[in-house]
């Protein structure tokens, strides 16, 4: 039966997204592009998710780019101009599970120093109940090891728990270890993939009490 669900943030629960900033910096969509695919890119910033510290890791990425000097410190200067705010509907529908019966917990790959002033700004994070953030345990997923520590600290068992994310790769990776994991796209979407998963588990009750 499944008594727990786990939200990752960016993508699901909070819009991201380092275009808000650099596209309206540079004027024009593929230039930001460009730079956010070849300068302050996925695996830069993911270091940071990883527990580096931002001041190390932008002064690393000046010194091998010292032309993008003002563009780089923009990345974490102006942090929250990439956020686009809260996912149309989530805090709405969380606090219908929660009504329900669900526990909700949060699991997310962000950096612990950009953490701190995303999460006093979104009501949306005060529903879960506990939370583990990769920058501040120094592991990210699709590492099993983050879900390991999610499920022990949570207090919960894998084959009771949905894990909710956009990413497929952190999606299989919890399916691997027993979490039933639900590819992110909207809303209504998780809505209708949540009920089917509670009807699928309805009626393998039902056939196991007839038989």
């Not at 990752?8 to 380092?18: Q, T």
């Not at 190390?56 to 102006?78: N, V």
């Not at 950009?114 to 997923?141: C, H, Q, W």
Request: aromatic share 12%; net charge negative.
């Amino acid at each position: 039966m499944i008594k727990n669900l786990i939200f990752d943030y960016g993508g699901v629960l909070l819009d991201w997204n380092p275009h808000y900033l650099y596209d309206p910096y540079f004027g024009d969509v593929d230039k930001a592009e460009w730079f956010l695919t070849h300068i302050c890119t996925y695996e830069w910033n993911a270091q940071h998710d990883n527990g580096k510290p931002i001041a190390e890791g932008t002064a690393e990425l000046i010194a091998e780019h010292p032309e993008w000097k003002k563009e780089i410190e923009l990345y974490y200067g102006e942090f929250m101009k990439m956020m686009g705010g809260q996912i149309p509907g989530m805090e709405e529908y969380i606090k219908e599970l929660k009504a329900k019966g669900f526990r909700v917990f949060g699991l997310s790959n962000w950096s612990e120093e950009t953490f701190a002033l995303v999460r006093p700004v979104y009501p949306v994070l005060n529903l879960m109940e506990d939370m583990v953030i990769s920058g501040i345990e120094r592991v990210m997923k699709p590492d099993p090891t983050i879900f390991q520590l999610a499920l022990q600290r949570f207090g919960i068992k894998a084959e009771e728990t949905v894990f909710i994310d956009d990413n497929p790769n952190n999606v299989a990776a919890a399916n691997a270890l027993g979490i039933t994991g639900i590819l992110f796209e909207w809303k209504e979407q998780l809505e209708r993939d949540l009920t089917a998963l509670n009807t699928s588990y309805l009626l393998r009750k039902e056939i196991c009490q007839k038989s």
